[in-house]
């Protein structure tokens, strides 16, 4: 299961608000950077009709492609404001590592 804190669940409501359109958001990753996968976080506008894991987070509809969900099983999703900088922040036990400027992870 993936959880998403009270900031996250906010932040990703008001967005799919000021977009006007959406039913959630998919997480799942993809192959980039040194390490070899980035997080990525889509407002999605319809329910895929693949076979994807739902979850139910305090109203705020989440999908992951089975593919991911082996790498995401057990992660929490939080949105965090730390000086200048805001967004989401991937806190997800099976990561092995991080690269440098922490743009990639190894799953």
């Given at each position: 299961?993936?959880?998403?804190?009270?900031?996250?669940?906010?932040?990703?409501?008001?967005?799919?608000?000021?977009?006007?359109?959406?039913?959630?958001?998919?997480?799942?990753?993809?192959?980039?950077?040194?390490?070899?996968?980035?997080?990525?976080?889509?407002?999605?506008?319809?329910?895929?009709?693949?076979?994807?894991?739902?979850?139910?987070?305090?109203?705020?509809?989440?999908?992951?492609?089975?593919?991911?969900?082996?790498?995401?099983?057990?992660?929490?999703?939080?949105?965090?404001?730390?000086?200048?900088?805001e967004?989401?922040?991937?806190?997800?036990?099976?990561?092995?590592?991080?690269?440098?400027c922490?743009?990639?992870?190894?799953?």
């Amino acid at each position: 299961m993936i959880t998403l804190t009270e900031k996250a669940i906010e932040h990703a409501k008001r967005s799919l608000e000021k977009r006007g359109s959406g039913v959630g958001v998919r997480i799942g990753t993809r192959n980039s950077g040194c390490s070899g996968f980035a997080y990525v976080v889509e407002f999605i506008d319809q329910v895929p009709e693949e076979f994807m894991f739902a979850f139910d987070n305090g109203g705020l509809q989440v999908y992951v492609d089975p593919k991911d969900y082996v790498y995401l099983d057990g992660m929490k999703l939080d949105y965090v404001k730390k000086g200048l900088n805001e967004g989401f922040e991937f806190i997800n036990p099976n990561e092995k590592g991080r690269c440098g400027c922490g743009e990639s992870v190894s799953l």
